[in-house]
Nanobody, 127 residues
Framework: QVQLVESGGGLVQPGGSLRLSCAAS????????MGWYRQAPGKQRELVAT???????NYADSVKGRFTISRDNGKNTVYLDMNSLKPEDTAVYYC?????????????????????WGQGTQVTVSS
């Protein structure tokens, strides 16, 4: 009922920048927490950054000062601006949504709160 579609990944040189986008589509809903996770080959998936609908943001120590998460609550879209990219940032980046609430007019429709995951987008930092 909630689909997350990511875009913006690719190949970039060290020190470069990329912007990831994730749009949630589906029925009428609000999302409490949207964020980004990543998984490098042979490693566990890890948190990169999250943002609540109220504007609270949380970052992994490894990306603080380099990555910025932002969102458009009206569009249920979250962005990740990545600057000063390093080879160790190479991973598949996954969009996440949690705390989904139906806000439409139906009295009967319910949406599972989540979590929901996107399909992932590859980010490769290499010269």
């Amino acid at each position: 009922q909630v689909q997350l579609v990511e875009s913006g990944g690719g190949l970039v040189q060290p020190g470069g920048s990329l912007r990831l986008s994730c749009a949630a589509s589906g029925t009428t809903f609000s999302i409490n927490v949207m964020g980004w996770y990543r998984q490098a080959p042979g490693k566990q998936r890890e948190l990169v950054a999250t943002s609540t609908s109220g504007g609270n943001r949380n970052y992994a120590d490894s990306v603080k000062g380099r990555f910025t998460i932002s969102r458009d609550n009206g569009k249920n879209t979250v962005y990740l601006d990545m600057n000063s990219l390093k080879p160790e940032d190479t991973a598949v980046y996954y969009c996440n949504a949690d705390g989904v609430t139906y806000v439409g007019s139906s009295r009967y429709l319910q949406i599972p709160p989540g979590p929901y995951w996107g399909q992932g987008t590859q980010v490769t930092v290499s010269s």
